[in-house]
């Protein structure tokens, strides 16, 4: 990595649940390529395994934030202006869905449980980027994290399939919306990485057996790898992509 790539910027990562996080890569390579950091934890319960994830990153920023509150959104983006005057990156890595209503079929799933895995999952991306858009004056680039499931049926994706959709979906309409305004806007799609999120899907490692041996590369991506994805297309050298999900899954998605 460059060391100086992104020396100076600041970016916004939300979704460090512990070490394992594919936002604690983007955070770690952010940082390796020079850029100030704001963090945020979901809440008191969360917050001793992200205080230990954290501690090397050495973040300006570092607050609550569970994104279903409007006030702890507001506050943040307030202290980042106050702190910073400006965003130039904004990482949202993070999904829910309530697991009865993630590990049943899709047709069974709740109204609620599908609201609230929309809300958190997706909405709350153009929230962020509706924060963020006003400290963004030289431009900045969003990113949202997305799964080869919202292309093609994935077993056991289920709900989480037509959530990702959407989210590919609003990037592409965010990346018009905000383009003259030289924000740019990337869907990221990791192949399958063992975090805390991905132990609510059933039969995760059988999805993680068949990355591997079915992917070109025939390996599995680490958060490290979507982190250095993550730092060039924040740089100048991707000031032209726009609007795209790009796949960091060792090819997976070509034969899948
Ligand atoms: N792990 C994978 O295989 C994989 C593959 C592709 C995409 N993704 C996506 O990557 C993103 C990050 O997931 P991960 O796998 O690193 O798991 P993770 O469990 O490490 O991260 C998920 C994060 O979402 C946060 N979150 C949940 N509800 C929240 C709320 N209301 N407010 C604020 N934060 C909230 C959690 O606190 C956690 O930090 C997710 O969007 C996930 O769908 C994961």
Redesign the pocket.
């Known amino acids: 990595m460059e060391p100086k790539l992104l020396s100076g910027k600041k970016a916004l990562i939300?979704?460090?649940?512990?070490e394992?996080?594919?936002?604690?890569g983007c955070a770690r390579m952010l940082k390796t390529a020079g850029a100030d950091l704001a963090i945020?934890?979901?809440n008191d319960k969360?917050k001793p395994y992200?205080d230990k994830a954290v501690s090397e990153l050495t973040p300006d920023i570092y607050m609550r934030?569970?994104?279903?509150s409007n006030d702890e959104l507001k506050n943040l983006f307030r202290e980042i202006e106050s702190k910073w005057h400006q965003l130039d990156i904004l990482i949202?890595?993070?999904?829910?869905a309530p697991k009865q209503d993630l590990q049943g079929h899709i047709i069974d799933c709740s109204k609620e449980g599908f609201l609230l895995a929309m809300d958190?999952?997706c909405h709350?991306f153009l929230r962020m980027a509706h924060l963020a858009k006003p400290l963004m004056k030289n431009g900045g680039s969003l990113f949202?994290?997305?799964?080869?499931g919202a292309e093609k049926v994935v077993e056991n994706y289920n709900l989480?399939g037509p959530v990702?959709a959407a989210l590919e979906a609003c990037v592409r309409y965010m990346a018009v919306e905000l383009g003259p305004e030289k924000i740019r806007v990337i869907a990221?799609?990791?192949?399958?990485?063992?975090?805390?999120?991905?132990s609510g899907l059933d039969k995760?490692d059988e999805?993680m057996l068949r990355a591997r041996e079915k992917s070109p590369l025939q390996t599995l991506v680490e958060?490290d790898d979507v982190g250095a994805m993550v730092a060039f297309l924040a740089s100048d050298y991707a000031k032209n992509i726009t609007g795209d999900t790009i796949y960091i899954d060792g090819g997976y998605h070509i034969v899948g």
Request: a positive charge; proline letters at 4%; glycine letters at 4%.
């Open positions: 939300v979704g460090i649940a512990n394992n996080s594919i936002a604690y945020t934890y979901l969360a992200v934030c569970d994104v279903t949202h890595s993070i999904a829910f958190i999952s709350s949202a994290m997305s799964f080869y989480m990702k990221l799609s990791p192949g399958p990485v063992k975090t805390r999120a991905a995760f999805l958060i």
